[in-house]
């Protein structure tokens, strides 16, 4: 897939999210990589939103944004993403 390719997808990817509820979610403290199942014109495909969760105040907020001391957080959370994916891939094509 071309960087174009990849950007098209992905633009829709977040656009059909938005109504979409994700078919798993990986946790590790403040840091969530939520996994989304997609259909495309290749079929099924799947993308991962990452959040960071903090609190302002009393009320819990999500932001795209890390800082130095959620990098490794967020690796880690998006590697067990993608090993999720690929069970997920398998049981696909159970």
Do not use: C
């Not at 799947?46 to 795209?64: A, F, H, M, P």
């Amino acid at each position: 897939m071309s960087a174009a390719q990849a950007a098209v997808a992905a633009s829709a990817a977040d656009t059909k999210q938005a109504g979409n509820r994700p078919v798993d979610k990986i946790r590790i403290g403040n840091i969530t990589a939520a996994i989304f199942e997609n259909s495309g014109q290749n079929g099924k495909f799947y993308s991962v939103k990452l959040e960071r969760g903090y609190k302002d105040g009393e009320t819990w907020k999500n932001t795209e944004s890390l800082g130095r001391d959620d990098l490794l957080v967020a690796a880690k959370a998006l590697d067990k993403a993608h090993d999720r994916i690929l069970e997920l891939q398998q049981e696909g094509r159970g």
